[in-house]
């Protein structure tokens, strides 16, 4: 079946890194992606790593996905007060053309 | 290369009305798709075009429907609107079958 599973809330300190995971159920996913939602805006796309790839790092950004255990996560280095938000994850599959979200996981960054 | 835009941002309609969305794909994108977010059942997939086809929907009723245009555009229409129908719908584009990149809504109340 299709389920994408994200903790709640995340808090951290101003220059600490954060770790945002998720759990997928599908393993016929084709990409894997990472959004952020500011408060009354769309969704951004942040990355995305391809299902064959283990890691992918872009900047202060780090996606790591174990396939064996469907586990993805995303890692944020030196977090900044601007990067409170909302973290989606999401897959997708070639067969069916749409994305399937996580709840979303919420991102204090605290001073 | 301009991002997905979708009007209007904002949108206040009555029960029972009906209601048309639009938005504009990043510039050769082919893919559009629709999405519902709501504080209690998240983002939610409501139908994917490309070339002026429906791919795939979800579990939505009839009085949601949309099309695309053969420049890529899509609209989105509800009609009879509930109060349940008050969301923020975002609409996604992609290359065939890539990543998908994201307008910043509309947010329709119904009242």
Known sequence: GEDVEQSLFLSVRE?????????YTDSSSTYLYWYKQEPGAGLQLLTYIFSNMDMKQDQRL??????????LSL??????TGDSAIYFCAESMD??????????TRLLVRP | KAGVTQTP????KTRGQ????SCSPISGHRSVSWYQQTPGQGLQFLFEYFSETQRNKGNFPGRFSGRQFSNSRSEMNVSTLELG????YLCASSWE???????????????
Do not use: E, M, W
């Not at chain 1, 220059?15 to 759990?23: A, Y």
């Not at chain 2, 941002?9 to 206040?12: A, M, N, V």
């Open chain 2, 9 to 12: 941002r904002y949108l206040i």
């Open chain 1, 62 to 71: 780090t996606v790591l996905l174990n396939k064996k255990d469907k586990h």
């Open chain 2, 18 to 21: 009906q209601v048309t969305l």
């Open chain 1, 15 to 23: 220059g600490d890194s954060s770790v945002i995971n998720c759990t």
């Open chain 2, 85 to 88: 129908d008050s969301a923020l």
């Open chain 2, 97 to 111: 079958q890539g990543v998908f990149y994201f307008g910043p809504g509309t947010r329709l109340t119904v009242t």
């Open chain 1, 95 to 104: 067969s069916s053309y749409k994305l399937i979200f996580g709840s979303g």
């Open chain 1, 75 to 80: 890692r944020i280095a030196d977090t900044q």
